[in-house]
């Protein structure tokens, strides 16, 4: 029976235009883990995701949170399942990698509130790179260790339903002590199931006493009586029986859990990426304010010699001390916001036993430059997100599961009809002068049992059929949903480098006008108040940019997560 997802932020040099450009923080971590190549890499996509660590929240932070894209809806699958009974799936693997990450100094809660060191050009550590957040997902994440559980509970079950074959021992002693007839009786026997329905007995009884004349077959010989036989369906529960089909929905089960498991670590993965892109992005917005500050105090010194020397009023420089006291908060701001994201993205980055890890600002590294991705893909790329996502395995195996259902109620519509023989000797002296328990004896027998209303039968075989329908819909369903989310993220993904470039090329703008704007001011023919507008621009626009890189990279997170990869794309992985 068988059933069957650098910014080098050149702005507000401290000359004139804008600051210096930002050093590339940190070294770049590689791990052995390759990242998938989604271009072409469809057939191997799977292989990226051996299983391994209820879903966390990982917000983003307060102004960047708005610009994120909705998160997918991923429900759950995995590789398609064997259609064979036989082929039982495989135990979980979890994923390794060799480049484990340190283990952090053990913190107070009231660590998490002490300001952080906000020097982001110094600090010997290593950049904390994508992979290894991803791979701290894979091999350390507890909700994922908890989602693993339900395949140990799926096993246990399976194994459970194979306690139906096990070898059964059997005894009884049965004694009339008292009375006209003294009897003493005493069995023992072995019953082995056969999988193929029907089971093997053999036994071994005494039966000493004064016996009634109607009950003289439980006498036997002194020395007592073997028996064995066996008994098989010839009709009803030959092909399916109530043992055989507990057990093949437990191993549908196993088959089902796994791409639900599996649906959740690729969420986890895409909720790590976006949390790792926020500190990121954070961290960089931390860099803008800070230049914006030392740009402010550096002309503070000029402006209060200019003052002193009669060549400026002195209102000019108490508006300079404003803009630093307001670059200052919004620094301090930042500081709070890089500070938040961090701790958040512990939840994911842990160290090998589990202990969440703060990354430093000193381990902040650039963003990647984006890849552009042309339209042309996305038709193969929809073909990947079908032949991956975790819901098509998961309702294929919920439909396996009904097709045994549908088979064992077809099994009612049959009569029963077992056949059975067995034979037995006695041994020892005989207890009757006839000597009728010393011969050899054998009995073949043949039972019968006709339901003839078979409504039992009716009934669970029409509740089967819609069950089986109703599935068949939804998998539709979910089919059409996959090819919507993969085309709703592609059109994010574009849309975010589209708005890159936009947004990078106001930067441009924003920073040239700046410095036009203190040109102007040093030589006398334009107020402080003119350049102060022009660098809040210039702020407001460097802040755009790492906007749009923020939204980039949660897209593409985004859109790993709607192909069903566990694992981040090059895009996100380059150094």
């Known amino acids: 029976m068988h059933c069957c997802m650098n910014m080098p932020i050149?702005?507000?040099?401290?000359?004139?235009?804008?600051?210096?450009?930002?050093?590339?923080?940190?070294?770049?971590?590689?791990?052995?883990?390759?990242?998938?190549?989604?271009?072409?890499?469809?057939?191997?996509?799977?292989?990226?995701?051996?299983?391994?660590?209820?879903?966390?929240?990982?917000?983003?932070?307060?102004?960047?949170?708005?610009?994120?894209?909705?998160?997918?809806?991923?429900?759950?699958?995995e590789d398609e399942a064997t259609t064979d009974l036989e082929d039982l799936p495989e135990a979980a693997e979890f994923l390794t990698d060799e480049d484990s990450a340190a283990e952090p100094e053990e913190r107070a809660i009231e660590d998490y509130l002490q300001p952080i060191p906000l020097d982001l050009a110094s600090g010997n550590a290593s950049a904390v790179v994508i992979d290894q957040v991803v791979n701290s997902v894979h091999e350390s994440y507890p909700l994922l260790a908890a989602a693993l559980l339900e395949n140990s509970i799926a096993d246990g079950k399976q194994l459970a339903t194979w306690g139906a074959f096990d070898t059964k021992f059997k005894s009884a002693s049965q004694n009339g002590a008292l009375g006209f007839y003294e009897t003493y009786r005493q069995d023992i026997g072995f019953v082995q199931p056969i999988y193929n329905g029907g089971e093997f007995f053999s036994g071994y009884r005494i039966g000493r006493g004064n016996f009634q004349p109607w009950y003289l077959e439980r006498q036997t010989n002194e020395g007592g009586e073997f028996k064995a036989g066996f008994r098989v369906p010839l009709l009803k529960n030959r092909e399916i029986d109530e043992r055989r089909a507990a057990?093949?929905?437990?191993?549908?089960?196993?088959?089902?859990?796994?791409?639900?498991?599996?649906?959740?670590?690729?969420?986890?993965?895409?909720?790590?990426?976006?949390?790792?892109?926020?500190?990121?992005?954070?961290?960089?917005?931390?860099?803008?304010?800070?230049?914006?500050?030392?740009?402010?105090?550096?002309r503070n010194s000029r402006l209060q010699r200019r003052v002193e020397e009669g060549d400026l009023d002195p209102p000019a420089l108490q508006d300079n001390l404003r803009s630093i006291a307001l670059r200052e908060s919004k620094l301090i701001d930042r500081g709070r916001k890089l500070q938040q994201s961090a701790v958040k993205l512990s939840l994911f980055y842990r160290s090998a036993d589990g202990s969440p890890i703060i990354p430093e600002p000193s381990q902040l590294r650039d963003f990647p430059?984006?890849?552009?991705?042309?339209?042309?893909?996305?038709?193969?790329?929809?073909?990947?997100?079908?032949?991956?996502?975790?819901?098509?395995?998961?309702?294929?195996?919920?439909?396996?599961?009904?097709?045994?259902?549908?088979?064992?109620?077809?099994?009612?519509?049959?009569?029963?009809?077992?056949?059975?023989?067995?034979?037995?000797?006695?041994?020892?002296?005989?207890?009757?002068?006839?000597?009728?328990?010393?011969?050899?004896?054998?009995?073949?027998?043949?039972?019968?049992?006709?339901?003839?209303?078979?409504?039992?039968?009716?009934?669970?075989?029409?509740?089967?059929?819609?069950?089986?329908?109703?599935?068949?819909?939804?998998?539709?369903?979910?089919?059409?949903?996959?090819?919507?989310?993969?085309?709703?993220?592609?059109?994010?993904?574009?849309?975010?480098?589209?708005?890159?470039?936009?947004?990078?090329?106001?930067?441009?703008?924003?920073?040239?006008?700046?410095?036009?704007?203190?040109?102007?001011?040093?030589?006398?023919?334009?107020?402080?108040?003119?350049?102060?507008?022009?660098?809040q621009s210039a702020i407001?626009?460097?802040?755009?940019?790492?906007?749009?890189?923020?939204e980039?990279?949660?897209?593409?997170?985004?859109?790993?997560?709607?192909?069903?990869?566990?694992?981040?794309?090059?895009?996100?992985?380059?150094?």
Not at 33 to 52: E, F, H, M, W
């Open 10 to 77: 050149a702005g507000l040099r401290a000359s004139l235009i804008a600051g210096s450009v930002i050093a590339v923080m940190g070294c770049s971590v590689t791990t052995n883990q390759p990242p998938v190549d989604l271009k072409r890499l469809a057939g191997n996509a799977a292989q990226t995701s051996t299983i391994t660590v209820k879903q966390s929240e990982a917000e983003s932070n307060d102004q960047i949170e708005t610009k994120l894209s909705d998160p997918l809806q991923l429900v759950s699958n």
């Open 540 to 550: 407001e626009a460097a802040d755009g940019e790492v906007e749009a890189l923020l």
């Open 552 to 575: 980039y990279f949660a897209a593409l997170a985004n859109y790993t997560a709607a192909l069903a990869f566990d694992w981040p794309m090059p895009a996100e992985s380059k150094p």
């Open 369 to 535: 430059e984006p890849t552009e991705f042309l339209a042309s893909q996305i038709e193969s790329d929809i073909q990947v997100a079908l032949s991956q996502r975790p819901e098509l395995a998961a309702l294929d195996a919920l439909y396996r599961q009904i097709n045994v259902d549908l088979a064992e109620a077809n099994n009612e519509y049959l009569p029963t009809v077992d056949a059975q023989v067995w034979n037995s000797q006695d041994v020892g002296e005989p207890t009757s002068s006839k000597r009728d328990k010393s011969r050899y004896e054998l009995e073949a027998s043949l039972f019968i049992d006709v339901p003839l209303q078979r409504r039992k039968a009716r009934g669970k075989s029409h509740a089967a059929e819609a069950k089986l329908s109703q599935v068949a819909v939804k998998r539709r369903f979910t089919q059409d949903k996959i090819v919507a989310e993969v085309q709703a993220a592609f059109a994010g993904l574009t849309a975010a480098y589209d708005r890159l470039g936009k947004a990078r090329e106001a930067k441009r703008l924003a920073e040239y006008m700046a410095d036009v704007e203190r040109r102007r001011f040093e030589l006398g023919q334009s107020g402080l108040l003119d350049v102060f507008i022009r660098e």
């Open 247 to 298: 057990l093949w929905r437990a191993t549908y089960e196993q088959q089902r859990v796994r791409p639900e498991v599996r649906a959740q670590l690729i969420l986890f993965v895409r909720e790590a990426s976006i949390a790792y892109w926020t500190w990121i992005a954070t961290g960089q917005q931390y860099r803008i304010w800070q230049q914006a500050l030392e740009l402010s105090e550096e």
